[in-house]
């Protein structure tokens, strides 16, 4: 959808092209940010946002040097297919269709949270009802149309705008220092908790799918889509600084020990803020956002998994081959959903798992083998080789971080 959008665009401008990379990477996972940072805390967060940024942008820039080489309009799989061969391309293509269906799952689950958490005195549904409920109405509308998508998520994302400026520049002044800094607990420590927020937060700097059609929009002009993608991503990290700001400016970091025994779903951190904050309006705002963010996230992804699954089975367009991939994209997650109904914290981590491969791992693997077949390409990512081995450490690091946090090895706050 976001490609199709871009090639429409008569006169392609650097502010358009990191629109759609921000746009891409910011969503409902950034509920997840503060909670999965609560152990290192606010400065600690900023530390890791900035490394994680940095990793994420240059592997970034790895993809479009690699792209660059091909015909414009060439997809990642056919790249990585061609450059690493055929198991590293299969490996790279369950790896994305992982991250789709986990989040698929993530943003059901977080749904029926704040379903259950504001309409249990309407409707008497228990949190799994309010959690079919949800993926029922955003299952109806993917299988509408990619244009019913289109449009509703259009508007979301101006409701997004809106709210997250009123609500942000509201909580923005009740910010206290005392609580920023967490300066009432003289006795404590953070940094045995750095690895555990790592996954979470590449999981938060999403976009690399977006490149190859980013190369077609601009005509391969790799000056272009560099500066589209520092500028994005830039976006994204100053969306998420302010965030943390607010979010732990408010919320003592005592209390998020609360939020992660509850679950870690959106719902539970929107419930400590409305205790935190003495402003009933500035609450309502937040939670609006998070509604607009939670279905825009949710229909932008599903909408992916959807059109991935339809390749992949061969289905058609029909209302009949829509129909049988949509029982396909949303059964699984749902289900899941139902199973274990608080699993959003957990489904972000597994989405930054598999995403070390995908957008880190073979994005270095692919430019350094671009690099010896074509030693004399036009455009090179910056830093040599040392900066692809730099890069193949940040997804060995966050992979490793993840797999012992799931046997409870690291130190988890909580």
Same mark, same amino acid.
């Given at each position: 959808m976001t490609i199709e959008v871009t090639q429409n665009l008569k006169r392609p401008s650097i502010l358009g092209g990191a629109m759609i990379i921000a746009g891409t990477a910011v969503g409902a996972g950034m509920f997840s940010i503060p909670i999965a940072t609560s152990g290192v805390w606010f400065t600690g967060s900023i530390i890791l946002l900035v490394y994680t940024w940095a990793c994420m942008y240059f592997s970034g820039l790895m993809i479009l040097e690699a792209n660059l080489n091909y015909p414009s309009g060439s997809s990642f799989h056919t790249v990585t297919k061609d450059l690493l061969g055929k198991g590293w391309s299969t490996l790279n293509g369950l790896s994305i269709a992982f991250v789709l269906y986990i989040l698929t799952y993530a943003y059901v689950s977080a749904g029926s949270s704040i379903l259950f958490h504001n309409i249990t005195h309407l409707l008497p549904l228990p949190q799994?009802? %309010?959690?079919?409920?949800?993926?029922?109405?955003?299952?109806?509308?993917?299988?509408?149309?990619?244009?019913?998508?289109?449009?509703?998520s259009t508007i979301l994302i101006g409701g997004m705008v809106? %709210?997250?400026i009123m609500s942000v520049g509201g909580m923005f002044t009740e910010v206290k220092s005392t609580v920023l800094f967490d300066q009432a607990n003289t006795e404590t420590s953070y940094l045995p908790y750095t690895f555990m927020a790592l996954p979470y937060l590449l999981a938060s700097f999403g976009y690399h799918g977006n490149i190859p059609g980013l190369v077609k929009y601009y005509h391969k002009d790799s000056k272009a889509v560099a500066h589209s993608l520092f500028y994005g991503t830039l976006i994204a990290l100053a969306i998420y600084i302010l965030w943390q700001y607010v979010i732990q400016g408010n919320i003592p970091r005592e209390a998020f020990k609360q939020i992660i025994a509850d679950g870690g779903n959106i719902a539970n951190l929107l419930q400590q803020m409305d205790n935190t904050s003495n402003n009933t309006t500035i609450a309502q705002l937040l939670n609006a956002f998070s509604y607009m963010a939670l279905a825009s996230s949710f229909l932008g992804v599903s909408l992916g998994l959807f059109d991935y699954l339809a390749d992949f089975f061969g289905f058609d367009d029909s209302g009949e081959g829509r129909f049988k991939t949509a029982l396909v994209t949303f059964i699984p997650p749902t289900v899941l959903a139902l199973i274990f109904p608080n699993g959003f914290l957990y489904a972000i981590g597994f989405a930054g798992l598999a995403a070390t491969i995908w957008a880190v791992i073979v994005p270095a693997l692919m430019a350094r083998a671009s690099r010896v077949r074509y030693p004399n390409a036009s455009y090179q990512a910056p830093g040599g080789s040392f900066l692809i081995a730099f890069i193949i450490l940040f997804g060995l690091i966050n992979a490793t971080a993840h797999i012992l946090s799931l046997f409870d090895v690291l130190p988890a706050y909580h």
């Open positions: 799994s009802g %309010t959690g079919l409920l949800f993926a029922l109405i955003v299952a109806f509308i993917v299988w509408m149309s990619t244009k019913a998508v289109d449009r509703l809106i %709210t997250f």
